[in-house]
C-alpha cells in the first residue's frame, strides 16, 4: 500500500492556484513574440530653402543680374565683378563702371570692399535684400548669412 499525504484543505487550494498561476506565466514567457517588421528609412527632407541672392560668400551665380539693377547678385561690386556682368551680358552694353558705381551711391548702399565685417549689423543695416542700405557679404555661419542667401527670414522655432 501506498501512503497518500493529505494537506489540509487551505493549503492544498494554495497550492493548485499557485501552480495555476505559474503554469499561465510560463506559458505567456514562452509566447511567441510577433515577427519584427522592418520599416524602410524615411526619405531624405528635401531642402527647404534655395539660395536666391548669390554673394560673396556664396559665390556668383552665373546669368544673375546685380541687385541695383533688380536682380538677384549682391555680390561686391568691384571693377573685376563689373566685367562678369558685361560678359554675362547683365548690365547695359553702353554702361560704364563709374556709372555702375554712381547707382549704388545715388541709393547711399555701402559695398566692400570698404564696408565689409559688419554682418549687417551697422548704422546702414539690415542687408539691402531686406531693404536696408548696407550690402556688405554676410558673415558665413550666422542666421543672417542664411537668410541673405535665401531671400527671406527663417522663423523661429
Known amino acids: 500500500m501506498t501512503a497518500r499525504m493529505t494537506l489540509p484543505r487551505g493549503i492544498a487550494r494554495s497550492a493548485r492556484w499557485t501552480a495555476l498561476a505559474s503554469v499561465a506565466l510560463l506559458a505567456v514567457g514562452c509566447a511567441h513574440e510577433k515577427p519584427h517588421v522592418s520599416v524602410p528609412e524615411a526619405p531624405p527632407v528635401p531642402l527647404t ?17 546685380p541687385w541695383i539693377l533688380g536682380g538677384t547678385c549682391c555680390c561686391t561690386p568691384t571693377r573685376e565683378m563689373f566685367e562678369v556682368h558685361r560678359a554675362e551680358k547683365t ?9 555702375y558705381m554712381a547707382l549704388y551711391a545715388g541709393k547711399g548702399i555701402q559695398v566692400g570692399p570698404a564696408h565689409s565685417g559688419c554682418n549687417n549689423r551697422c548704422e546702414f543695416g539690415p542687408h539691402v535684400v531686406f531693404g536696408g542700405k548696407c550690402m556688405a557679404a554676410p558673415t558665413p555661419g550666422t ?8 531671400g527671406h527670414r527663417i522663423p523661429a522655432h
Open 91 to 99: 548690365v547695359p552694353e553702353d554702361m560704364t563702371y563709374e556709372a
Open 49 to 65: 530653402y534655395t539660395l536666391v541672392h548669390c554673394h560673396d560668400g556664396t559665390g556668383h551665380i552665373a546669368g544673375s543680374v
Open 143 to 150: 542666421a543672417n548669412y542664411e537668410e541673405v542667401s535665401i
